[in-house]
C-alpha cells in the first residue's frame, strides 16, 4: 500500500473514531441546535433528492467546465507561488462567492422562484449534513456554477484552486450540521463575528427568513436581513452545551480541596 493510500485510510480512521467518541461522550448531543428536530423522514428524503441533485448538476457543471478548460476559457498558473499570492486570491474567491450567494439567495425567497427552487431545499426545518445537497439540481447548478464563472474571469494558481472545492465541502457540511461548534466568544469577537456559524443558518431554515449569508454576515448586517435574536439564541445554544458538559464532566471532589 502507497503512503498515500496509507494517510488516507489514517485521515478516515482518525474522523471515524472522533465521530464516535463524539456521539459516546455526549459532546454531539450537548451542542444540538435544535436538540428534538431530527426526523427520519426527512433524512430518507434528502438521501434521494441528494443522490438526483448530484447526478445533474454534477454532470452539467462538469461538462461546463471541462469544455471552458478545453477552449482556453479557463485556465490556471501552474507555477509556484508565494503564501500572500494564494491568500489573496483565496479571499477574492471568497468574498465574492459570500456576496454572489447572498443575492442570488435573497432572490430565491421571492415567488414564483421559491416555489419553483428554494422552497425543496427549506423541506427540512432542522437541517442536517445531508441538507447540503438536499437541493433543486437547478439550485445546485447556480451555486456551484460560481467556480467555473469565477475561474473564467480570474486566472489563478493551481494550490489556490486546490483551496476552493474543500472550502465549499466544509462550510455547507457545517453550516448544516444542525451542530454549534464555534466557541461562546465567537459573536463577540470583532475579528470572527463576521464569519457565519451554524446556529446562524440553521436559523434560517427554522424560520425561512433572514440570515441570507453563505460564508460571511456582511451582507446580512448591512442589508438589515440579520435575525435580530440571532446573536442572544448563539449564546443559549452556547449555555446549554456549556451546562451538559459540566454534568457529563463533573469536577472530582478531590480537586475542590484545598
Known sequence: ??????????LILFVAIG???GVVSGYFKARKIQPKGFKWKILRNEAIIAVVTLTVSGTMIGAATKWLWAHGVISSIATPAAWWQIGLEYVLYFFLFDTYFYWLHRWMHKEPVYSW???????ST?????TTLSVN??????NGGFVPLFLSVF?????????ILPTN???????????EFMPRWWNKSWATKWFITATFHDQHHRYFTGNFGGYTTIWDRLCGTMRPKFE????????RSAAKAVVIDPVPVSDTVS
Open 19 to 21: 465521530i464516535v467518541a
Open 169 to 179: 465541502i466544509i462550510m455547507g457540511v457545517y453550516v448544516h450540521s444542525g451542530y
Open 232 to 239: 442572544s439564541d448563539f449564546d443559549k445554544v452556547k449555555q
Open 117 to 123: 427552487v428554494h422552497k425543496l431545499h427549506h423541506k
Open 155 to 163: 486566472t489563478i494558481h493551481d494550490a489556490t484552486m486546490a483551496l
Open 1 to 10: 500500500m502507497s503512503g498515500e493510500h496509507m494517510l488516507r485510510l489514517w
Open 126 to 130: 432542522s437541517p442536517n449534513v445531508l
Open 137 to 142: 439540481p437547478l439550485e445546485s447548478v447556480i
